[in-house]
């Protein structure tokens, strides 16, 4: 397990999977760095690499990328860039964590396959490598052998997944709850919850609405009634909720939903059918559509894996 360290890294990106691992066990650990030497966060904090990245040689089983505003200069850095790739070669799986799939694009490692990154940067990474495809809405994404996660904390979720591939999900919940993570995520959840990637409206019936509706998921949530309450034809309110917003009022109801019944399957014993009921899906089968839409696992599955019980 050989992290990849440069000048400006974010040092989260580097101690959160590096604990995970270490907790974990059954992994040796090592930090490299070009050229070897005291190596800098960008907090100030810092670093000295186990080797030079020149000196790390012979088979590597996973090679991670970390990520921080020291990417800007590790692009441009052609030795790193080119030790990247050759370790990459002798590497089982490569990782990046939040903007260090930047390195592995450039590299030319990501070309072609689905991956993701920090959410503020998402778009740049598939605007400046067309040939990937971004996943603008994941924590992390396993392509093959190369996983990428998105920012910074999502790469503790990441190394919990790849630690529940290696070792089972036993190891991975142990390590969860030795670092106090109530459960890792998986993949597919959203990088923000509905709350956080709705925009906050202005208008003051629609905040009121948007604090209301997760206290009020058994009940009539439709655009008439959500209309009616705003005190707006249905017309008006569908189009300023999702002008003001960013989703329409279907969509924000129906995320609302599927988050609190994941929570309700990962912290209690409640049968699905009544997780279907109180979070206002009527029937497991309309729930269990909503997550293979949302999060593309069953709640069943969901239950199984995620499970802090």
Same mark, same amino acid.
């Given at each position: 397990?050989?992290?990849?360290? #440069?000048?400006?890294?974010? *040092?989260?990106?580097?101690?959160?999977?590096?604990?995970?691992?270490?907790?974990?066990?059954?992994?040796?650990?090592?930090?490299?760095?070009? =050229?070897?030497?005291?190596?800098?966060?960008?907090?100030?904090?810092?670093?000295?690499?186990?080797?030079?990245? /020149?000196?790390?040689?012979?088979? &590597?089983?996973?090679?991670?990328?970390?990520?921080? /505003?020291?990417?800007?200069? !590790?692009?441009?850095?052609?030795?790193? +860039?080119?030790?990247?790739?050759?370790?990459?070669?002798?590497?089982?799986?490569?990782?990046?964590?939040?903007?260090? !799939?930047?390195?592995?694009?450039?590299?030319?490692?990501? /070309?072609?396959?689905?991956?993701?990154?920090?959410?503020?940067?998402?778009?740049?990474?598939?605007?400046?490598?067309?040939?990937?495809?971004?996943?603008?809405?994941? &924590?992390?994404?396993?392509?093959?052998?190369?996983? $990428?996660?998105?920012?910074?904390?999502?790469? &503790?979720?990441?190394?919990?997944? %790849?630690?529940?591939?290696?070792? =089972?999900?036993?190891?991975?919940?142990?390590?969860?709850?030795?670092?106090?993570?109530?459960?890792?995520?998986?993949?597919?959840?959203?990088? #923000? *919850? $509905?709350?956080? *990637?709705?925009?906050?409206?202005?208008?003051?019936?629609?905040?009121?609405?948007?604090?209301?509706?997760?206290?009020?998921?058994?009940?009539?949530?439709?655009?008439? !009634?959500?209309? /009616?309450?705003?005190? %707006?034809?249905?017309?008006?309110?569908?189009?300023? #909720?999702?002008?003001?917003?960013? +989703?329409?009022?279907?969509?924000?109801?129906?995320?609302?939903?599927?988050?609190? !019944?994941?929570?309700?399957?990962?912290? @209690?014993? +409640?049968?699905?059918?009544?997780?279907?009921?109180?979070?206002?899906?009527? $029937?497991?089968?309309? %729930?269990?559509?909503?997550?293979?839409?949302? &999060?593309?696992? @069953?709640?069943?599955?969901?239950?199984?894996?995620?499970?802090?019980?």
């Amino acid at each position: 397990m050989v992290f990849l360290v #440069f000048p400006g890294f974010q *040092s989260l990106d580097l101690t959160g999977p590096l604990e995970v691992f270490s907790l974990a066990g059954g992994y040796e650990v090592e930090t490299v760095g070009m =050229g070897g030497g005291v190596v800098r966060a960008h907090s100030g904090i810092a670093v000295v690499p186990d080797r030079a990245a /020149e000196e790390c040689a012979g088979p &590597i089983d996973t090679l991670v990328v970390v990520g921080g /505003e020291g990417v800007v200069g !590790a692009v441009e850095d052609a030795a790193l +860039l080119d030790w990247v790739r050759e370790a990459a070669g002798r590497s089982r799986r490569v990782a990046s964590v939040c903007s260090g !799939a930047f390195v592995l694009a450039v590299a030319g490692l990501l /070309e072609g396959r689905d991956a993701t990154t920090h959410w503020r940067v998402c778009g740049m990474l598939g605007d400046l490598f067309p040939e990937v495809d971004v996943q603008e809405d994941r &924590i992390f994404v396993v392509d093959g052998e190369v996983w $990428t996660s998105a920012g910074v904390t999502s790469g &503790i979720d990441m190394a919990l997944a %790849m630690v529940e591939r290696d070792l =089972g999900p036993d190891t991975a919940l142990r390590v969860a709850r030795e670092l106090v993570v109530f459960v890792q995520r998986p993949g597919g959840q959203a990088q #923000f *919850s $509905t709350q956080l *990637s709705a925009s906050r409206p202005e208008h003051p019936a629609l905040a009121e609405l948007q604090s209301w509706i997760p206290e009020h998921l058994d009940t009539d949530l439709s655009v008439p !009634a959500l209309a /009616e309450r705003a005190a %707006m034809s249905p017309r008006h309110f569908a189009r300023l #909720f999702a002008r003001e917003t960013g +989703l329409t009022p279907g969509a924000y109801v129906e995320s609302v939903r599927v988050e609190t !019944a994941r929570r309700l399957l990962e912290s @209690t014993a +409640l049968p699905v059918d009544v997780i279907a009921r109180t979070c206002g899906f009527g $029937t497991p089968e309309t %729930m269990h559509r909503s997550f293979r839409r949302r &999060i593309s696992v @069953t709640p069943g599955a969901y239950r199984r894996r995620f499970s802090a019980r």
